[in-house]
């Protein structure tokens, strides 16, 4: 029994030293074939194709894109300030209609006869005040004469002609008089405040008459009329119609608080123009306003300011409560340095460009990014102008590696290339998408092309 355990132990290490050597063998073969492999994709593969384009310098536009929303310029609720019959509408709905254009016509009959009572109470009015200005005039020769007779009778009793009670009766009646004078004054009075009270109603009339005829307070479009001709209208209850003002016109936008500073700054120095750009597929011009307001608050919910811009809208393409694109520009950088925006790359220190040399090969930049224009990108510091860096291929790139320029892709806004490419580009003849170049390298991570890896598979089979 003890023989046959040893025997079986015995056997086990032979295997497992057999395994071993194996798996030495195994992993000697790998290392030859990927060397193999290497080698064989640095013979075949010496260039990367890469489309390139130049580092363009220009005026480049700081401008802040936003959604918002157009509101009209004034929105007037019309209605009737009197009570009566709908006679006329003078217009259609949805007419442009002009200041002080007639819109409705209320029948004006019983406010004219209210008109003409007030003016024949003003006539009576100013009537009684020349009654009270006779009888003044009377009661104050009565007052006189009165005196004269008082004075006369108290001369004769002085001299023992009449007695004492004579005298007493014409002082009486001269004081008297003297009252009668004091009350027809303040009949006079009276009768003038009746008279203004009587042209006051005259006022009021006549303007319940102009009442009944309503007219458009501003420029701007009508809506929905809310009643026809034939009904009753009550003051200040219905709203006949409404009117927008849409020449000049709003539109409202939010900006981001980050960007008020900027804001700000560029507004004490001038005006902003603010630009409504056309909705795609719409062939109509911008609209060009400027920034007209800025809210006294942030929005703390949101995190934004209001804005509002003010635009002529001569063509009237603006329409209130319609959303439109909207590109405040804030200011203009001069010689900003420009690269299409596919050309900047993302690593773990930041990121850079590729950077093509006179040798062929290319040099990873660590640039500083600014603003964005369009498909552009602002480059603030690692490059200078006219520099060659790469937009297309960059994912088969590494520091160093030899590039080979492809023929007849675009690659920027210069001769032949792409709009908004930030320079004139060298083009290239595309590989077809999904089939890797005849001449590809190994790639970053050791791994090699397809080609490549299936010759490595045929050098392990033979290991």
């Known amino acids: 029994m003890t023989e046959t355990l040893l025997t079986t132990r015995t056997i ?3 295997w497992a030293a057999i395994t071993l050597a194996v798996l030495a063998l195994a992993g000697t073969g790998c290392n030859r074939g990927g060397a193999a492999s290497k080698k064989d994709a640095s013979k075949k593969g010496d260039a990367v194709p890469v489309s390139v384009t130049a580092v363009a310098k220009r005026d480049v536009p700081l401008d802040l894109e936003v959604i918002g929303n157009v509101e009209a310029y004034s929105v007037i609720s019309v209605r009737s300030q009197v009570s009566g019959l709908l006679q006329k509408v003078h217009f259609k709905e949805g007419d442009f ?9 209320i029948d004006p009959s019983p406010f004219n006869a209210a008109l003409r009572e007030a003016e024949a109470n003003l006539t009576r009015a100013e009537a009684q005040i020349g009654q009270a200005q006779a009888t003044l005039k009377r009661d104050i020769a009565q007052a006189k004469y009165a005196g004269q007779q008082a004075d006369r009778y108290k001369s004769l009793q002085k001299e023992g002609i009449v007695s004492k009670e004579q005298v007493d009766q014409f002082t009486t009646a001269a004081d008297t008089n003297s009252e009668i004078i004091r ?3 303040a009949a006079i009075r009276s009768a003038e405040a009746s008279v203004v009270a009587a042209r006051a109603q005259v006022d009021n009339a006549r303007i319940q008459v102009g009442y ?3 007219r458009s307070p501003i420029d701007g479009r009508t809506g929905n009329i809310t009643v026809k001709e034939g009904n009753i209208v009550s003051s200040n209850t219905i709203e006949l119609t409404s ?3 849409v020449q000049p016109i709003y539109v409202t936008f939010a900006a981001p608080e980050s960007n008020l500073a900027e804001i700000k700054r560029f507004a004490a120095e001038g005006r902003l123009p603010v630009t409504v750009l056309p909705s795609e597929g719409e062939e109509v011009t911008p609209e060009i306003g400027t920034l007209t307001f ?3 608050n942030v929005d703390s919910t949101t995190g934004t300011i209001k804005l509002k811009g003010t635009f002529p809208n001569a063509e009237r393409h603006l329409w209130p409560g319609s959303f439109v694109r909207v590109r405040l520009r804030l200011s203009t950088r001069k010689d900003a340095l420009i690269v299409p925006a596919q050309a900047v790359q993302e690593g773990q ?4 460009l590729y950077v093509a040399t006179d040798k062929m090969t290319v040099e990873q930049r660590p640039v500083k990014v600014g603003s964005r224009s369009g498909q552009d990108m602002v480059i603030d510091q690692g490059v200078e102008a006219g520099e060659k860096v790469v937009v297309e291929g960059q994912l088969r790139l590494a520091p160093g590696m030899k590039i080979r320029i492809r023929e007849g892709r675009p690659g920027g806004p210069g001769k032949g290339g792409k709009k908004g490419g930030g320079g004139a580009a060298v083009t290239a003849a595309e590989t077809p998408q999904g089939a890797p170049a005849a001449d590809a390298p190994p790639a970053q991570d050791g791994s090699t092309t397809p080609g490549a890896r299936k010759g490595r598979k045929g050098e392990h089979k033979k290991q």
């Open 12 to 14: 086990s290490g032979r």
């Open 97 to 105: 209609v002009s200041k002080g254009q007639v819109l409705f016509s």
């Open 183 to 185: 009350v027809d004054e």
């Open 212 to 214: 009944t005829t309503i």
């Open 243 to 245: 009117i927008n003002q």
């Open 294 to 296: 800025v809210d006294n």
């Open 349 to 352: 220190d930041g990121q850079f």
